[in-house]
């Protein structure tokens, strides 16, 4: 049984930073590329974060590059996205996705290359 569970996300001020946590249970995380994505009410689904299976790849949507940071700890079953100076457009939910691809070396911020979510978990940003 695999299932992806979100935790971190929380009401924070504008500047501020949150870590959210992306813990898988019923499988291995070692050999997948993994992603985050978000989700405002009304808006597209957006891609703003993956890494490859290896970690040596990863991508970001232009609109969080030098702001948010993905990293795996497969030790812990876990990955993250760091989350720095936060935004106002920022608010959205947020979730994290696995991909079965066996390509190694890279990953894609693309939707349909997923095939497991979370359930989510909200982040507000605001004064």
């Known amino acids: 049984q695999l299932q992806l569970v979100e935790s971190g996300g929380g009401l924070v001020q504008p500047g501020g930073s949150l870590r959210l946590s992306c813990t898988a249970t019923?499988?291995?995380?070692?050999?997948?590329?993994l992603g985050w994505f978000r989700q405002a009410p009304g808006k597209e689904r957006e891609g703003v974060a993956c890494?490859?299976?290896?970690?040596?790849?990863?991508n970001y949507a232009d609109s969080v590059k030098g702001r948010f940071t993905i990293s795996r700890d497969n030790a812990k079953n876990t990955f993250y996205l760091q989350t720095n100076s936060l935004k106002p457009e920022d608010t959205a939910k947020y979730y994290c996705a696995l991909s079965i691809t066996t390509v190694q070396t890279i990953c894609r911020t693309m939707g349909n290359w997923y095939d497991y979510w979370g359930q989510g978990t909200q982040v507000t940003v605001s004064s």
């Open positions: 890494i490859s299976i290896s970690g040596g790849s990863t």
């Open positions: 019923g499988l291995s995380l070692n050999n997948y590329a």
